[in-house]
């Protein structure tokens, strides 16, 4: 049998009846990016919704000189996690930088590059004045950059979002994507394992814990969150995207 589950759910309802099951066979059960999940004895996040909100919030708002019009993308209107980042970045600016002002609705489009190059091109023809999109979903951005390049948009407007280095790579080097932020998921890997030995080793977890990966830890309930980001820019696009991220 085995002693630790380390999972990353895509639907937490739906996992719950199997970590009860499991728990009550004295199984360890560890989750990522899964903050509301229950039947667990750990759940941890390398960013705060509110921290990665906020953070691609002011890089946004930096590059726009704190005014003009700005787009939102999620990867789509059902997706708790890219929504509450949107969230928080969209009352972080009304906020801090009220000349900023968001055209329309957010877009639910930010997890299919097609759609992504096809509303920012409608979007960029709607709105002469638009200067920014923040686009919370991993193709987003990808698919923002390729309508800039095709309008001749590039260091016009300005593109910030998670994306995958990798995939994003050449669209950072030409400007036609800004900039974001990621955390490391071989880290989360590791953290997996660190905090499933702890368990084991029947070691508490409590405030000012120190977790390789994590740094000093204020748990909350059965969640861990720290914000332990990483900018992707032009500076680290050719490191991060080297250690096949």
Do not use: C
């Not at 055209?103 to 709105?127: F, H, P, Q, W």
């Not at 950072?172 to 702890?198: L, Q, T």
């Not at 000012?208 to 059965?222: F, H, M, N, R, Y």
Request: hydrophobic share 40%.
């Amino acid at each position: 049998g085995v002693d630790i589950i380390g999972v990353v759910p895509n639907d937490a309802n739906a996992i719950e009846p199997v970590l009860e099951k499991a728990r009550a066979a004295g199984i360890k059960v560890v989750t990522h990016e899964s903050p509301a999940q229950k039947n667990v004895d750990w759940n941890f996040e390398m960013a705060s919704s509110k921290g990665f909100g906020e953070a691609h919030a002011e890089m946004l708002a930096q590059a726009m000189g704190g005014k003009g019009q700005y787009a939102v993308y999620v990867g789509s209107l059902t997706v708790p996690l890219h929504n509450e980042w949107a969230d928080y970045a969209i009352a972080y600016l009304k906020e801090k930088y009220p000349d900023m002002t968001v055209v329309g609705d957010r877009y639910g489009v930010a997890e299919s590059v097609d759609d992504s190059r096809k509303t920012a091109l409608d979007l960029i023809a709607a709105n002469p004045d638009l200067k920014g999109f923040l686009a919370f979903g991993s193709q987003g951005p990808i698919g923002i950059g390729r309508a800039l390049e095709e309008t001749r948009k590039v260091g016009e407007i300005a593109v910030y979002g998670p994306f995958s280095p990798g995939q994003g790579r050449q669209l950072v080097k030409d400007g036609a994507i800004s900039g974001g932020f990621m955390w490391n998921p071989m880290e989360a890997g590791k953290v997996f394992v660190r905090i499933g030995n702890m368990l084991v080793a029947g070691e508490a977890i409590t405030d000012g814990t120190t977790i390789e990966g994590l740094g000093a830890v204020k748990p909350d309930g059965t969640n861990i969150i720290v914000d332990a980001l990483i900018p992707i820019n032009k500076d680290t696009v050719d490191g991060l995207a080297d250690m096949g991220l």
